[in-house]
């Protein structure tokens, strides 16, 4: 089983839709990461949580350490925001740095 | 402020060829990494650094070497190039933050073909 796991694996929604991304992680962990990869292009940090919710423009984290899930939601989605979004976790007591990650979910949304 | 910068973005390799894999970060960060990103997989750890002249290996390191001679610079070197090694490699800084969490940085990856 892996450590980190996100749902859906994939996702195709009409331009305006809201949208919700899921995390759920087995380890105790210090923070979690939320990232995004466009296609062919790096990753940029949208979002690290380590307790409650976090809002950046149409993005909301929000998370819930007791049973270790996290959702990302996406209001009024438009075309640029398809994209792959990685969960990733950092284990509590780890090194540094080293994170675990989900295998992402690609969002597609349609105009 | 350039963040981490990766270089190339794309190469192709003949099996048995080496090269390395130049990542550059200017914020100061201790901590570096580099990971592979491949179909249906999440990012797994090859090697990191904790600091100049530290490193370890991650998840999957063989075939890989890496040095860290100062805090800017992680090149990540393959001796010997796979078909197996074909993926996209991304590097990573990191640093805590006053909170005691990690805030992680990516460069933008290196897509790499080995033929």
């Known amino acids: 089983k892996n450590e980190v796991e996100q749902s859906p694996q994939n996702l195709t929604a009409q331009e305006g839709e809201f949208i919700t991304i899921n995390c759920s992680y087995s380890?105790?962990?210090?923070?979690l990461h939320w990232l995004q990869q466009h296609p062919g292009g790096g990753i940029v940090s949208l979002f690290m949580?380590?307790?409650g919710k976090k809002k950046h423009g149409r993005l909301i984290a929000t998370i819930n350490i007791q049973e270790k899930h996290s959702s990302l939601h996406i209001t009024a989605s438009h075309p640029r925001d398809s994209a792959v979004y990685i969960c990733?976790?950092?284990?509590?007591?780890?090194?540094?740095?080293?994170?675990?990650f989900g295998k992402g979910t690609k969002l597609s949304v349609k105009p | 402020n350039a963040g981490v910068t990766q270089t190339p973005k794309f190469q192709v390799l003949k099996t048995g060829q080496s090269m390395t894999l130049q990542c550059a970060q200017d914020m100061n960060h201790e901590y570096m990494s580099w990971y592979r990103q491949d179909p249906g997989m999440g990012l797994r750890l090859i090697h990191y650094s904790v600091g100049a002249g530290i490193t370890d290996q991650g998840e999957v390191p063989n075939g890989y070497n890496v040095s860290r001679s100062t805090t800017e610079d992680f090149p990540l070197r393959l001796l010997s190039a796979a078909p197996s090694q074909t993926s996209v490699y991304f590097c990573?800084?990191?640093?805590?933050?006053?909170?005691?969490?990690?805030?992680?940085?990516f460069g933008q990856g290196t897509r790499l073909t080995v033929v």
């Open positions: 990733a976790v950092a284990p509590y007591g780890g090194s540094q740095g080293n994170l675990i």
């Open positions: 949580l380590s307790s």
């Open positions: 990573a800084s990191s640093r805590r933050t006053g909170t005691g969490n990690t805030e992680a940085f």
């Open positions: 380890v105790g962990i210090s923070a």
